[in-house]
């Protein structure tokens, strides 16, 4: 029986280290891995793409990896494979209004579909959560982002800038499918 016994594995022109094994056997593999979350910074009242007030959760709990980039909206991933993509958002709808976060995916950077989608619906306090797996082939090409659906005037989806109440995160899972 043979056995290799190795700490560190490189990348082939030798200069990157790609897969580190500590002495437990856990292997890091810290360049596959994407973990981001994003908050919404002020109350949207209106349907339609959320295009502005995002930021990327910043506190001591939390860094991101590998990064997700965002412009007017859009999300662009920094590089293929399986992502989650979740949304948690709090709402206040009036009695008669459903109000629906959509999450939202293009694989030809242009015409986009819905994934998943959460409702709240009723008056008051509500909290709902959606989740979708995309598929990134292209990182040029698959993109996604966040519609809001029946919001009538006096609904609000809730965002803040002291605290994260309404967020988006995306996690790397695997490589493309």
Do not use: W
């Not at 619906?121 to 990134?136: E, K, P």
């Amino acid at each position: 029986m043979s056995k290799l016994y190795v700490n560190d594995i490189y990348s082939k022109d030798g200069l990157t280290q790609a897969i580190d094994i500590d002495s437990s056997g856990r292997v890091d593999m810290n360049a596959s891995y994407v973990f981001d979350q994003f908050q919404l910074t002020a109350n949207v009242t209106a349907g339609g793409d959320i295009t502005s007030n995002f930021a990327r959760v910043s506190n001591a709990a939390f860094a991101s990896v590998n990064g997700m980039t965002e412009s007017s909206g859009i999300f662009s991933f920094p590089f293929t494979g399986l992502y989650r993509v979740e949304a948690f958002y709090k709402s206040e709808p009036l009695s008669n209004d459903n109000v629906v976060l959509s999450i939202m995916a293009t694989n030809d950077n242009s015409s986009y579909i819905h994934t998943s989608q959460a409702n709240a619906r009723g008056a008051g306090d509500q909290s709902s959560y959606c989740s979708a797996f995309i598929n990134v082939t292209d990182i040029s090409l698959v993109k996604v982002k966040f519609n809001l659906i029946s919001v009538t005037s006096g609904s609000v989806i809730n965002g803040s800038t002291s605290a994260t109440v309404t967020s988006f995160i995306f996690t790397r899972l695997a490589p493309a499918q």
